[in-house]
């Protein structure tokens, strides 16, 4: 599923991930802990295959991103802190396009807006108009509609409510229970170490810690 | 550290080497050469005068100026296409100095333009086309030295540079209809194109020869210094990398 | 392709509707043009008769350079770009979609400044045929190469000032193309105009394909 070997991905000339190791099994959901700075997200765009590998090896849903990284982007979904929404178009409109754009059906769009909740009034209220956490629930509405293998999502929790938050670890268990792959950081440790079948710790930009916390 | 001490080691200390050397001293003495044939020996021009010596630089710097044009384009193409930074780099160095010779151009056709038309501008297609050519140049250059990651601005800059021949053709072309629908072009026929032989015509050929070898002694140092400046970041990358994994184990 | 440059022009076209920008400030800004060069060329002279051509034609280069602006600001905001080439859409899809969007909201502002022109300047309109022919080739021309250098600003500090610095030098053939052009079909002698088209054309040509080959490369790396 997801195979690194001492990868180096830098940001301008600096080194964010400084020769990270790391092996994910399908079905499972990893935790990625660490501080700021250390490299959570850069490792999640990374997967994406949004940065490159500058080196050693990586592979992602058997891609090798050295060699083409552009071919693994369409089938993972990415949930980063900026949300790639235009604030001109509704939210309707929003995870149509983002949809459409990767293939989705007008059943799968339906189905992502139903499941967030916006299929009532807010569908048709522009972007702009949202809130944080509204614009939140948006762009997980957009990943879901592309029904990605692997989710990668940076900070899912941070900007929700309750009910937002219990939905985000609702969606996760469906996701792996209908077989995707999930990589997840994020500060609310409680929460998320109750989701999450193996905890990675990362620092300076390389894996300190790599351990499975409850049932594996 | 070994790699940082390689690079060290194949680093020079300098852009000169033997071979710029002698470059350099022949390009001094063509020069020494052109001054002596071209102001001294040759005679002035039955039409023009004395005004024509001018063209001894004028001619050889536009042939250059559009050689560095090429060198551009084809440099950038090579970098799409094979990954190829040396070639980036030929492409960046010549685009500099093809600038600085389409000024050269554009300033001694003033000052030819001056006895001969009475203006310092006329909007003749060559000038004109010219000072377009010096505009897209500076378009390269701007997109070249941009205040952005390494990889962004050679990137976007290749692409520029790729079009360049393209556009310079395209404008060209406008150019000279745009001059010659509506008025003959009376002015190039006893302008730079006019012909030239004997003493004259070996003048020019030195101009050639001088003005090359400057283009070429130029090109090579623009080349080795932007070399040296891609290898100074190179070697700090091994530092960064050894330097952000000891933050981590610390942790 | 085509499917990923329709979804985006699609998308474009919606976005231009909801927000009104270029109706509400481009057209404006083309108009107020108009108007500034006649109060720089005394119109009771007949500069401003005759120099109508490249008066309307330089009104509509600056006012696509604002419409490219703002095409690419819209992307600009907020991991647009990101989500653009996580989205698996087609590289040269997104160059012709945006390439169509443009054209089309020029294509309208070009005949809304045309109705300003006969107007204001009381133009006579002759040759259809070669006016409209020389708009739609000029058009596809500012907006291919205008999409392919606003990409290349697109993501950087200094992007305004950039564009119209790469851009203006590059559409000078475009620029008089289509002025020579206009000027032969209002003086009644097309067949002057026509070779104009044919050079503008391959003016397009050039840029779509470098556009579709290049559109790729200068997505990555922003």
Known sequence: MVRLRGAVALLGRFPALAGVDLDVEPRRVVLLRGANGAGKTTLLRTLAGLVAVANGEATVLGVDLVADRKLVRHRVGLLGHATGLYDDLTVGDNVRFWGRAAGAETDDVEHALTRLGLDGRLRSVAVSRLSAGQRRRTSLACLIARRPELWLLDEPHAGLDQDGRDLVDALVREATAAGATVILSSHELDRSLQLADEVITIAGGIVTRDESSGAS | MTTQSSNTLAVPDSTGSRGTRIIGVLALLSMAALALFGLVLSPPDASQGEVVRILYVHVPSATFAYIGCFLTTFGSAMYLWRRSRWWELVAYASAEIATVFTAIVLVTGMIWGRPTWGVYWVWDARLTSTAMLLLLLLGYLAVRRLPADHEVRTRRAAIVGLLLVPNVMIVRQSVQWWRTLHQKPTLLANGVGAKIEGLMLFSLFIGFIAIGLVFTWLLIHRFRLAWLEDQVDEAGLDVAIAERRAEGAAS | ?222
């Open chain 3, 1 to 222: 392709m085509l499917h990923d440059a329709l979804l985006i022009a699609g998308k474009d076209l919606r976005l231009e509707l909801r927000s009104r920008v270029a109706l509400n400030q481009v057209l404006p800004f083309a108009l107020l043009v108009l108007v500034l060069f006649a109060f720089a060329l005394d119109p009771d002279k007949s500069a401003l008769t005759q120099a109508t051509p490249g008066l309307y034609w330089i009104a509509v280069l600056f006012s696509a350079l604002l419409a490219l602006q703002r095409s690419f600001a819209i992307e600009a905001a907020d991991g647009n770009r990101d989500a653009l080439r996580l989205s698996g859409l087609d590289p040269a899809g997104i160059f012709v979609g945006k390439v169509l969007a443009v054209s089309v909201q020029l294509i309208v502002l070009e005949m809304l400044l045309g109705i300003g022109v006969a107007v204001l300047y009381t133009t006579r309109i002759e040759g259809w045929g070669l006016l409209i022919v020389t708009s739609v080739i000029a058009t596809a021309s500012i907006a291919a190469a205008g999409t392919l250098f606003g990409v290349l600003a697109a993501g950087l500090r200094v992007r305004e000032t950039l564009l119209p610095l790469l851009l203006l030098p590059v559409l000078a053939p475009v620029l008089i193309g289509s002025t020579r052009a206009f000027e032969a079909a209002l003086n009644g002698s097309p067949s002057e105009g026509w070779p104009w088209v044919g050079l503008m054309s391959v003016f397009a040509l050039l840029y779509i394909v470098a556009g579709v080959l290049g559109f790729g490369p200068l997505l990555e790396e922003s």
